[in-house]
T-cell receptor, first 115, second 112 residues
């Protein structure tokens, strides 16, 4: 079964540094998402992306965050100047279409640790 | 705005007993409801969904969920729990565009 893949599995970064988290969504999916989960707790929506532009973003997704689809396969989340509170698990997800009846297909996440 | 509530942080059951993990929702319009399971150091895995039709929906690994419109609930159930069902379970509701709002999660522990 096709999978969403995320790299790296664990990223350790100094506070204030830039970090890029990478995702390869399922190949025929068109709608992409980033979520954040702190300490195995609630999963929080960050941003959705469709047709090469942001569809929706949460209040968490401030000017320090950006997303990009640099080629036909990768989908990236960049944090420009990391803060301690950015430490979390970051999950990428994809769906075939931007419709409410579609379940999300999640990657296994990147654990981001800010020192 | 849509929201989901999972009133129990933790559910403990004995192996072989039935289990229920509770979820209530709040949406305007018809709900798109989902259950996901998360094992340690893994992403969320889709279990089942309710879109329309029969109120009892069946999903993966023997799980089912009952949609109750009057009570705005979508409880996850399984007739006979396994130790391997121990995990973190999330209820979610989607917007028409597919964005998911998740509950806080319920840790299910099944004891031998």
């Amino acid at each position: 079964e096709p999978e969403v893949t995320q790299t790296p599995s664990h990223q350790v970064t100094q506070m204030g540094q830039e970090v890029i988290l990478r995702c390869v969504p399922i190949s025929n999916h068109l709608y992409f998402y980033w979520y954040r989960q702190i300490l195995g707790q609630k999963v929080e929506f960050l941003v959705s992306f469709y047709n090469n532009e942001i569809s929706e973003k949460s209040e968490i997704f401030d000017d320090q965050f950006s997303v990009e689809r640099p080629d036909g396969s990768n989908f990236t989340l960049k944090i420009r100047s990391t803060k301690l509170e950015d430490s979390a698990m970051y999950f990428c997800a994809s769906t075939p279409f931007p419709e409410g009846n579609q379940p999300q297909h999640f990657g296994d996440g990147t654990r981001l640790s800010i020192l | 705005a849509q929201s989901v509530a999972q009133p129990e942080d933790q559910v403990n059951v004995a192996e072989g007993n039935p289990l229920t993990v509770k979820c209530t929702y709040s949406v305007s319009g018809n709900p798109y409801l989902f259950w996901y399971v998360q094992y340690p150091n893994r992403g969320l895995q889709f279990l089942l969904k309710y879109i329309t039709g029969d109120n009892l929906v069946k999903g993966s690994y023997g799980f089912e969920a009952e949609f109750n419109k009057s009570q705005t609930s979508f409880h996850l159930k399984k007739p006979s729990a396994l130790v391997s069902d121990s995990a973190l379970y999330f209820c979610a509701v989607n917007t028409n565009a597919g964005k998911s709002t998740f509950g806080d999660g319920t840790t299910l522990t099944v004891k031998p």
